[in-house]
C-alpha cells in the first residue's frame, strides 16, 4: 500500500501554487485537476509517494520552470521525485510555445516512443499523464 503524508501535501500545495493561474487547453478548467488526475492514476495503479508526488509536479517545469529556481524539486523533494518530472518533461519551454501541429505531433511521437528507455520509477507517472489526456 503506498502511504501519502506531508510531502504529498506540500507537493499538492506547491503544485497548486505553481499552476494556480493556469488553464486546461481550450477550456476553463483549472490545471490541477489534471495534475490530480495524474496522480490519482499513478496511487490507484500502485504508485508510491515519490511517484505520486512527481505525478503532481510533472508539468512543473515545462509549464512553471520560470517560477522557481533550478534544483528546487529536488531540493524540496528529493532526487528521485526530480529524476522522474525530469524523465516526464516534454520538451523544453521553447518547444512548448511553439504552436506549429506538425512539429508537435513529431515532438509527442518521439516522446512516447522514448517512454520504455525511461527510468523504472518513470514509466507509471508518464503513461498515467497519457491515460488521462
Excluded at 512539429?103 to 497519457?130: F, G, H, Q, T
Aim: aromatic residues 6%.
Amino acid at each position: 500500500m503506498a502511504v501519502v503524508g506531508k510531502r504529498f501535501r506540500d507537493a499538492l500545495v506547491w503544485a497548486c501554487e505553481l499552476h494556480e493561474d493556469q488553464e486546461r487547453k481550450g477550456g476553463s478548467i483549472p490545471y490541477v485537476g489534471h495534475l490530480l488526475g495524474v496522480a490519482a492514476i499513478v496511487l490507484e495503479h500502485g504508485g508510491n509517494e515519490d511517484q505520486a508526488i512527481a505525478a503532481l509536479l510533472h508539468d512543473a517545469l515545462e509549464d512553471q520552470a520560470h517560477k522557481m529556481s533550478a534544483g528546487e524539486i529536488g531540493a524540496r523533494f528529493g532526487a528521485t521525485v526530480e529524476r522522474i518530472v525530469e524523465a516526464c518533461t516534454d520538451g523544453d519551454a521553447e518547444e512548448q510555445r511553439d504552436r506549429d501541429k506538425e512539429r508537435w505531433y513529431a515532438r509527442k511521437k518521439k516522446y512516447i516512443a522514448a517512454i520504455p528507455a525511461k527510468p523504472r520509477e518513470a514509466i507509471l507517472v508518464a503513461m498515467a499523464d497519457k491515460l488521462y489526456n
